[in-house]
């Protein structure tokens, strides 16, 4: 896998739009600069946002592992995936929580899709 970096971009690398995914996988992006804290949210079946575990930096790269679903989610099921730069809004937020919306006034990526395999 070649992930390539962007100048001065906030955007998730790996996988893209449209990728097939594992009921668990890594996503990998990229930070603008070295920002203390990138939250990752999956758009579930159920229409909420539900935020995923740590995120680990190395340099501007961050990676996070992200699960798609339960297990015996169909194949073909969409999922929908934000990373962001949170504000006092996030300050206790766990992984597996989940909101409603992503706050539009936050920096994010750009929203991808993923399909189950």
Do not use: C
Not at 17 to 24: F, I, K, L, T
Not at 83 to 98: E, V
């Amino acid at each position: 896998m070649e992930i390539k970096i962007s100048t001065r971009k906030f955007a998730i690398l790996f996988p893209v739009d449209e990728d097939a995914v594992p009921w668990h996988h890594r996503v990998y992006g990229q930070q603008p600069d070295r920002q203390t804290s990138v939250l990752v949210y999956i758009l579930a079946r159920d229409n909420r946002w539900y935020q995923q575990g740590d995120v680990e930096f190395k340099g501007l790269i961050w990676q996070a592992h992200l699960q798609f679903g339960v297990e015996n989610v169909p194949h073909g099921a969409e999922y929908k995936v934000v990373a962001l730069i949170p504000d006092s809004r996030f300050k206790n937020t766990d992984p597996g929580s989940s909101i409603g919306e992503i706050p539009i006034d936050l920096q994010q990526t750009e929203v991808i899709t993923v399909i189950r395999d």
